[in-house]
Each structure stands twice: as structure tokens, then as C-alpha cells.
């Protein structure tokens, strides 16, 4: 009987040392479904990462977009204010052109007039050749004044007007 005890104690031993290790298989098992529920949501946290990280460089092209953008707008004002003031520059000049040829024209017609005057004062003054001759000089003189005066009294008096370029400021 004592073999079949020995066997006996020795199986109960193995069933024992089994029943041990499958508890700390049971225990292990436990420990690595906790250690995959960790994982995923370590994983979790980490594609969330990812994403802030995302919007974080997103925000900030975002905003660069936004101060470029408002940089473009105030060029394309500024540039509009600049076509207006060379429209106006291009109106002043063609003015100031007029009045320079306006003033020569008003100063040839008074010499002109000056000269009719004493055209048609001359033949009466003297007999003379001389004078006849000044008088002829005078009289083609005459004719070219009021050739000039025609011509001045064609000029306009005005320039067209200028196209609205009048901006509103933001």
C-alpha cells in the first residue's frame, strides 16, 4: 500500500503544482488582456495626438493665410488709389499743356490785334514806299493772326471727364 500512496501523493503533488501554475496562468491571462485593453488605448491616444497635432498646424496656416490674405487686400487697395492718382497726374499734365499753348495763343492775339490796329492805321499816316511796303508786311501779318485766332477759338475748353476711380476705404 505505501506504493500506492507514494503514487497517489506524488500525483496529488503534480495536480497541485498544476493547479499553481494554471492559476498564474489564469493571473498571466488576466495581466495581458489588461495589457491589450492598454495598448489599444494607448493606441487611441496616440492617433488623438496625431490629430491635435494636425489641427495645431493646420490652426497656425490657417492664421498665416488670414495675415497674408489681409496683406493682399490692402496691396490691391493701395494699388487702386495709385491708378486713380496717375489718372489725375496724366489730367493735370494735359491741363497744364493747354494752359502753356492757352497763354500763347492769348499773347499772339493781342499782338495781333496790335497789328491790325496799325494796319489799317498805316495807309492814312504816309505816302511813302517805304511805309506801303510795311503797310503790305503788317497785312500779311495781320491775316496770320487771325488765322491763330480762328485756330484758338477751335481749342476745347475743356477736358473730358475723368472715369469714377473714386475707392472707399475699408
Same mark, same amino acid.
Given at each position: 500500500? $505505501?506504493?500506492?500512496?507514494?503514487?497517489?501523493?506524488?500525483?496529488?503533488?503534480?495536480?497541485?503544482?498544476?493547479?499553481?501554475?494554471?492559476?498564474?496562468?489564469?493571473?498571466?491571462?488576466?495581466?495581458?488582456?489588461?495589457?491589450?485593453?492598454? %495598448?489599444?488605448?494607448?493606441?487611441?491616444?496616440?492617433?488623438? %495626438?496625431?490629430?491635435?497635432?494636425?489641427?495645431?498646424?493646420?490652426?497656425?496656416?490657417? $492664421?498665416?493665410?488670414?495675415?497674408?490674405?489681409?496683406?493682399?487686400?490692402?496691396?490691391?487697395?493701395?494699388?487702386?488709389?495709385?491708378?486713380?492718382?496717375?489718372?489725375?497726374?496724366?489730367?493735370?499734365?494735359?491741363?497744364?499743356?493747354?494752359?502753356?499753348?492757352?497763354?500763347?495763343?492769348?499773347?499772339?492775339?493781342?499782338?495781333?490785334?496790335?497789328?491790325?490796329?496799325?494796319?489799317?492805321?498805316?495807309?492814312?499816316? $504816309?505816302?511813302?514806299?517805304?511805309?506801303?511796303?510795311?503797310?503790305?508786311?503788317?497785312?500779311?501779318? %495781320?491775316?496770320?493772326?487771325?488765322?491763330?485766332?480762328?485756330? $484758338?477759338?477751335?481749342?476745347?475748353?475743356?477736358?473730358?471727364?475723368?472715369?469714377?476711380?473714386?475707392?472707399?476705404?475699408?
Amino acid at each position: 500500500m $505505501s506504493h500506492a500512496l507514494q503514487h497517489t501523493a506524488t500525483h496529488c503533488n503534480t495536480l497541485q503544482h498544476t493547479t499553481a501554475h494554471g492559476q498564474t496562468l489564469q493571473h498571466t491571462a488576466k495581466h495581458c488582456i489588461t495589457l491589450q485593453h492598454t %495598448a489599444t488605448y494607448c493606441n487611441a491616444l496616440q492617433r488623438t %495626438a496625431t490629430h491635435r497635432n494636425t489641427l495645431r498646424h493646420t490652426a497656425t496656416h490657417c $492664421s498665416t493665410l488670414q495675415h497674408t490674405a489681409t496683406h493682399c487686400n490692402t496691396l490691391q487697395h493701395t494699388a487702386a488709389h495709385c491708378n486713380t492718382l496717375q489718372h489725375t497726374a496724366t489730367y493735370c499734365n494735359i491741363l497744364q499743356h493747354t494752359a502753356t499753348h492757352c497763354n500763347a495763343m492769348q499773347q499772339a492775339a493781342m499782338h495781333c490785334n496790335t497789328l491790325q490796329h496799325t494796319a489799317t492805321l498805316t495807309p492814312t499816316l $504816309s505816302r511813302h514806299n517805304h511805309t506801303l511796303t510795311r503797310y503790305n508786311t503788317l497785312q500779311h501779318t %495781320a491775316t496770320h493772326c487771325n488765322t491763330l485766332q480762328h485756330t $484758338s477759338t477751335k481749342l476745347p475748353t475743356s477736358l473730358p471727364p475723368a472715369q469714377d476711380d473714386t475707392l472707399t476705404l475699408i
